[in-house]
């Protein structure tokens, strides 16, 4: 049946590419399930992950995954 209800993405910020590329082969498929695009951030020296999840379950597994590196990466990330 079709999903009403489309989570929205949640971005993730990394200092570097390789950084990003590197969380994402990380994480495990059967455990997380969702879409991941890693694109430099828009004004900023970063790199960033948008994560598109499946389900609201795959957003929270996520989020218990991703440490920043700095605190201010959370700041940024409300920006987008």
């Given at each position: 049946?079709?999903n009403q209800f489309?989570?929205?993405?949640?971005?993730?910020?990394?200092?570097?590419?390789?950084?990003?590329?590197?969380?994402?082969?990380?994480?495990?498929?059967?455990?997380?399930?969702?879409?991941?695009?890693?694109?430099?951030?828009?004004?900023?020296?970063?790199?960033?992950?948008?994560?598109k999840p499946f389900?609201?379950?795959?957003?929270?597994?996520?989020?218990?995954?991703?440490?920043?590196?700095?605190?201010?990466?959370?700041?940024?990330?409300?920006q987008f």
């Amino acid at each position: 049946m079709f999903n009403q209800f489309e989570e929205k993405p949640k971005t993730l910020i990394f200092s570097t590419k390789a950084k990003a590329q590197e969380f994402v082969r990380s994480i495990d498929t059967n455990e997380i399930r969702g879409r991941f695009s890693i694109r430099k951030t828009k004004g900023w020296a970063t790199h960033s992950v948008l994560f598109k999840p499946f389900s609201y379950s795959d957003l929270i597994e996520i989020m218990k995954v991703y440490e920043p590196e700095h605190s201010h990466y959370f700041d940024i990330a409300k920006q987008f």
